[in-house]
Nanobody, 127 residues
Framework: QVQLAESGGGLVQSGGSLRLSCAAS????????MAWYRQAPSQQRELVAE???????DYADSVRGRFTMSRDNANNAAYLEMNNLKPEDTAVYYC?????????????????????WGQGTLVTVSS
């Protein structure tokens, strides 16, 4: 099984910065897309940024120019550098990955493609 673990959330004042980290663990897996989502209270989960493979990051309009996503493919990790934070950025931030691995099914090894989520990390921006 593959798991994601986020870290780096916390309380910061408006205009401040935070860096979120996401680490994938498991054995014999590949990651295609990695992404950051967020969910504010009473709101739907929304995409913040994503990187497909080794391509450039794509961003939601609300964070473009303030947030920077990066990946360390060798270590199956992703990061979200958040600058000039605003109160409306307050949310639980989730790491997401599209992973591929093989699992035993009877006498065969079968391919499994899954979208997995981390447990989330809370970011609170005070005004």
């Amino acid at each position: 099984q593959v798991q994601l673990a986020e870290s780096g959330g916390g309380l910061v004042q408006s205009g401040g910065s935070l860096r979120l980290s996401c680490a994938a663990s498991g054995s014999a897996f590949e990651i295609n897309t990695m992404a950051w989502y967020r969910q504010a209270p009473s709101q739907q989960r929304e995409l913040v940024a994503e990187i497909v493979g080794s391509s450039r990051a794509d961003y939601a309009d609300s964070v473009r120019g303030r947030f920077t996503m990066s990946r360390d493919n060798a270590n199956n990790a992703a990061y979200l550098e958040m600058n000039n934070l605003k109160p409306e950025d307050t949310a639980v931030y989730y790491c997401n990955a599209d992973v591929t691995y093989r699992t035993q099914s009877g006498s065969s090894r079968v391919r499994v493609d899954r979208k997995i989520w981390g447990q989330g990390t809370l970011v609170t921006v005070s005004s």
